[in-house]
């Protein structure tokens, strides 16, 4: 327990504060007073009621969620709320309208093709390496379209919307890398889904804010177990739900709540440690080279860039090793580094991971 935690960048499952570890340390052995482990509870037990109801209720607050709203878990993460949006909400000969800005807006509309709707990409960044997000005031949204979809932050390629479309049609919305990192007004979305392994606690689920209004889209012939309807009307409950993740979201609500003071907050402190680093390379004499080209569209969440060689990307990255800086290596599909500074990433571990950048500069040009 003594062992010096080191600074964590890790895309997700990622850094989680550590006040919500340690008091999930103490229910591991004894939640709430029941003589068992937080992972021994039965998801029927009073105890874990208290934490569903709890934890849907501070996902409220701190997004404002109003009451035609209703907040579910789903197992399987992001991927399978892609899946299942597919099912759900888009019929035969439906309009589906979709913004291609990287690999998960990209697997979004794989499994949006799966359905016999007609998808559209309003706009694809791939023939620009997705080094940018589209000017919304250009696109033309259709006003009779099923959904219109979007990917709010790109973990891989580091991009980040500064504000969302308004559209007649029902806005759908993948927040995985950004859920909960800033103020949104939910009534400018019908659906909004993150896979809660970046910003609230460990991989296995997905927290979905669902306008109720569209439940009745649903399709009776589909399985109850892939049925957003059935998730609703039993209160995520239907089968054993992921227990333990669900505490663990809501252990980092309560930290957002009571910690750091809310969604205000937290943006201000995301930015200032995000402009930390930008800081750095947009100071370097092209040293460090960013790998979104507008500013405008950098990600808070996910600091993607490049240096000038590869050689010296992997030098780097053994050195920052041995720093105690983890988690820099860019995706497997880009390359590069990323450093991801989620809400619970400390901004020392992000200012001292600045001053390693520029010292590694000077003693590498």
């Known amino acids: 327990m003594d062992t010096p935690r080191k600074h964590n960048f890790f895309a997700g499952p990622a850094v989680l504060p550590v006040s919500v570890i340690k008091k999930a340390q103490e229910a591991l052995w004894n939640f709430a007073g029941t003589g068992a482990g937080i992972l021994e509870v039965s998801h029927r037990d009073k105890a874990f009621d208290a934490v569903l109801e709890g934890c849907k209720a501070r996902a409220k607050r701190l997004y404002n969620v109003p009451e035609d709203y209703e907040v579910i878990f789903v197992q399987g993460g992001a991927s399978m709320i892609m899946a299942m949006i597919s099912m759900n909400f888009i019929h035969e000969g439906d309009k589906a309208q979709f913004i291609d800005t990287g690999t998960w807006a990209s697997r979004a509309i794989k499994e949006a093709k799966r359905s016999k709707g007609n998808v559209e990409v309003l706009w694809s960044g791939k023939d620009i390496n997705y080094t940018q997000l589209p000017d919304l005031s250009t696109l033309k949204f259709a006003d009779d379209a099923c959904l219109v979809h979007l990917c709010a932050n790109n973990t891989i390629r580091g991009t980040e919307y500064p504000e969302f479309p308004k559209t007649k049609a029902p806005l759908f919305c993948d927040m995985s890398s950004d859920y909960f990192s800033r103020p949104i007004n939910v009534k400018d979305f019908a659906f909004i889904y993150g896979g809660v392994q970046k910003n609230l606690g460990p991989a296995g689920c997905a927290l979905c804010i669902v306008r109720k209004d569209l439940l009745a889209r649903v399709p009776e012939h589909l399985s109850e177990m892939l049925s957003f309807r059935k998730y609703v009307e039993e209160n995520s409950i239907y089968?054993?739900?992921?227990?333990?993740?669900?505490?663990?979201?809501?252990?980092?609500?309560?930290?957002?709540?009571?910690?750091?003071?809310?969604?205000?907050?937290?943006?201000?402190?995301?930015?200032?440690?995000?402009?930390?680093?930008?800081?750095?390379?947009?100071?370097?004499?092209?040293?460090?080279?960013?790998?979104?080209?507008?500013?405008?569209?950098?990600?808070?969440?996910?600091?993607?860039?490049?240096?000038?060689?590869?050689?010296?990307?992997?030098?780097?990255?053994?050195?920052?090793?041995?720093?105690?800086?983890?988690?820099?290596?860019?995706?497997?599909?880009?390359?590069?580094?990323?450093?991801?500074?989620?809400?619970?990433?400390?901004?020392?571990?992000?200012?001292?991971?600045?001053?390693?950048?520029?010292?590694?500069?000077?003693?590498?040009?």
């Open 239 to 365: 089968n054993t739900p992921p227990v333990f993740v669900i505490y663990m979201v809501d252990l980092a609500f309560q930290w957002l709540e009571e910690e750091i003071g809310g969604l205000e907050n937290m943006h201000k402190i995301n930015k200032e440690k995000a402009g930390l680093l930008y800081d750095v390379f947009d100071n370097s004499a092209s040293f460090y080279r960013p790998t979104v080209t507008v500013k405008e569209h950098r990600s808070l969440m996910n600091i993607t860039f490049r240096l000038p060689s590869e050689e010296l990307e992997t030098k780097i990255l053994a050195e920052a090793k041995t720093h105690g800086f983890l988690g820099l290596k860019g995706h497997r599909s880009v390359g590069g580094l990323r450093a991801s500074t989620y809400n619970a990433c400390p901004t020392e571990s992000v200012r001292l991971l600045s001053d390693f950048l520029v010292k590694f500069a000077k003693e590498n040009r």
